[in-house]
């Protein structure tokens, strides 16, 4: 059981906007730890999508964007694309822990 | 360009022990936190262990505290994970990976491609 709750999948068609949502407590998210954000396409090595809870690195198209309010974050994908499918994953920092975190991951289905 | 090259893997007996190493290149190695991060197959991602940029600060998984060692050495450009008295469970693709910054608190910013670890007899 993680520590960050992410839904086990989502899905949408093509050109649509999904939203994954990434759910702490007050000793993570709450705390005013940063969420990050990871892409890992079949078969590869994770990706870094969004840092610092809503920032891109170079290279990642503004299609993604990602947010956070309270003991919460989330993901957003506009436009979806066929090489979107692929499992994302959040991942913070718990005081309580002193561990860093992640969400049980969730796959992203483009129908 | 940054690259992380993991190495060590491969199949071992419950109860032995393991070195895993990753290579750094492309970047200022002492200037950065290093981590592990291991990935069960079929499973998510589960946070390992990291390092801070000076070995001041290390953490590790509740599931593997006690029985892994993270170490760096900066000289050599190198990140290590000696892994003693193996479970079953601890079978997976282990990423080396860098953070953002000099603490080990941030995110991941680039990873290696990983090398398995199979605990079985």
């Known amino acids: 059981q993680s520590v960050l709750t992410q839904p086990p999948s989502v899905s949408g068609a093509p050109g649509q906007r999904v939203t994954i949502s990434c759910t702490g407590s007050?000793?993570?998210?709450?705390?005013?730890?940063?969420v990050h954000w990871y892409q890992q396409l079949p078969g590869t090595a994770p990706k870094l999508l969004i840092y610092?809870?809503?920032n891109r690195p170079s290279g990642v198209p503004d299609r993604f964007s990602g947010s956070k309010s309270g003991t919460s974050a989330s993901l957003a994908i506009s436009g979806l694309q066929a090489e979107d499918e692929a499992d994302y994953y959040c991942q913070s920092y718990d005081s309580s822990l002193s561990l860093v975190v992640f969400g049980g991951g969730t796959k992203l289905t483009v129908l | 360009e940054v690259q992380l090259v993991e190495s060590g893997g491969g199949l071992v007996q419950p109860g032995r022990s393991l070195r895993l190493s990753c290579a750094a290149s492309?970047?200022?190695?002492?200037?950065?936190?290093m981590h592990w991060v291991r990935q069960a197959p079929g499973k998510g991602l589960e946070w390992v262990s990291g390092i801070s940029w000076n070995s001041g600060s290390i953490g590790y998984a509740d599931s593997v505290k006690g029985r892994f060692t993270i170490s760096r050495d900066n000289a050599k450009n190198s990140l290590y994970l000696q892994m003693n008295s193996l479970r079953a469970e601890d079978t997976a693709l282990y990423y080396c990976a860098r953070g953002s910054g000099s603490g080990y608190v941030g995110s991941f910013d680039y990873w290696g491609q990983g090398t398995l670890v199979t605990v079985s007899s």
């Open positions: 492309g970047f200022t190695f002492d200037d950065y936190a």
């Open positions: 610092g809870n809503s």
């Open positions: 007050s000793s993570n998210i709450g705390a005013g730890y940063d």
